[in-house]
Structures are given as C-alpha cells and as structure tokens.
C-alpha cells in the first residue's frame, strides 16, 4: 500500500529510529532542551523495542524569550541551574544513541528542529560534529509523510496532537517537553502504521479536497463520493464537457 511505500522510501532500509523533538529560544534559536527516545523496528517497520528516553538542557548564549518561556514553562533562571554545556549534551546524546555509525533515522515532527540544530552548531562553532552530521544526513520529518494521507480541515497540516486525536491516540501531557513530545511522535508512528481504517478515511477526505486534478478527474470522482458509483460513459461526458 502506498502509506506503507512511502514510509519505507524514507527508512531506506534502517532498522533503527530515534524519535526526538527540541526546544529552542526565542530570537538566536539555540536548542535548550533536547528530548529523545530510540527504538528498533522489524522489516514490515514496526517497532519492536523501545528503549528508556533520554533528556537534556541545555546552556544557551541567549535569553529564553518571553514566548518561548510562556509556551515551555522554561526559565533561563532553570537552564543556568540544570543546563549543560552544548557539546556536552551532543556527547550524552551520542551515548544514549550508541553506535551512529549503524544505519539510524532520525525523525521529527516539522522541520523546524533542524533548524535549531543549524543555528545551535554554528553559535558554538561546531561544523565537523560526527552526530549532527549524521542527523542532518539521515533526517525525516514525519509530518511531510502524514500530509500525504491526513489533513486538517482546512487542508493544512496538523499538529502534533490534534494528528494524534484524529488516530484516537491520547497524547501524554506535559506538551513542549522535548521528551513528552519524542515519545508522542512516536505513538504517532505506531498510530500510523497501525490503524488503517482512520487512515483510509483520512486519506479519502484529503483526495476529495485536493485541487490539482484534471475536470474530468475531479467530476468523476465527485459523483462516485455523492452517488456511490460512476461509469466510464459518465466519465466520457465529462471529457467532452472540457472540450
């Protein structure tokens, strides 16, 4: 199925995925929090062992920022207290990691913690990292994959959670803690892969919105959604309709 093929084009093969997620500050976005958890999936994708999930803060240059700090519950009072330096952190999560130099993907939800990342490296001057070299090289954003079957409404991408309640999936709490929200993702994976009834309707309801298709495409499909079925002479009417 092309849910299936879609996602595999992406894995490429790899047999191990860590789910993670950043939080950055306002203006300089510096990552100041850092939230993992890995897993090992079979070859049909799944996941078959989770391992503990990982945290860090971070130091950061800049201030938090008034936004951020509403949104997180962070302080830079708190990251100067539990905060550690940023090649610390790289080092602490390329432990929990382990060996990166097996065939690992990295996934998020947006591509804004990629973001983060590149601003993070070059305020700290760090261009040769082995980690976030790989990262960059064997990142997915999950959310570029989910678009193609589910949509909201008005067409748009979802969030993070209302994507989660659209599988009946209840988030953990705790929202924008980089942790709470890899392990999110992750049952946002497993939502994905597993009901495919939610997801053949999603899907349906993003084919009827979509705008690019010929006339006559686009008639005949909306007839077979109103009435149920259609014919190949309704589908030659609406040919000849265009021409």
């Known amino acids: 199925n092309i849910s299936m093929k879609v996602l595999t084009n992406a894995l490429k093969g790899s047999r191990t995925i860590v789910f993670f997620d950043f939080e950055g500050t306002q203006f300089s976005q510096e990552i100041v929090a850092l939230g993992a958890i890995k897993v090992d999936i079979d070859e049909k994708n799944q996941i078959m062992k989770k391992y503990n999930s990982f945290k860090v803060y971070i130091k950061a240059n800049d201030k938090i920022g008034p936004i951020v700090s509403n949104i997180t519950g ?27 130099s097996k065939d690992i993907k990295f996934i998020s939800y947006g591509n804004f913690d990629m973001r983060l ?7 700290n001057n760090i261009n040769d990292n082995e980690l976030t070299t790989k990262i960059f090289k064997n990142y997915i954003d999950f959310s570029s994959i989910l678009k193609i079957f589910v949509k909201s409404y008005k067409n748009e991408t979802l969030s993070l959670v209302d994507a989660l309640k659209v599988f009946k999936v209840t988030p953990k709490k705790d929202i924008h803690n980089p942790e709470t929200d890899a392990i999110n993702l992750m049952m946002l994976y497993e939502a994905f892969l597993k009901n495919k009834k939610i997801l053949k309707e999603e899907y349906t309801k ?6 690019s298709f010929p006339a006559p495409i686009a008639k005949t499909l909306s007839k ?15 040919i000849e309709d265009e021409l």
Do not use: P, R
């Not at 962070?74 to 990166?100: P, R, S, V, W």
């Not at 009435?227 to 589908?235: A, S």
């Open 117 to 123: 990342l590149h601003c993070t490296n070059e305020i």
């Open 224 to 238: 077979l959604y109103k009435e149920g079925k259609v014919t190949i002479d309704d589908f030659n009417e609406f």
């Open 74 to 100: 962070l302080t830079d009072k708190f990251i100067l207290e539990n905060g550690i330096e940023y090649k610390e952190a790289l080092d602490k999560f390329q432990k929990y990691i382990g060996n990166i």
């Open 206 to 211: 993003v084919i009827q919105k979509y705008t």
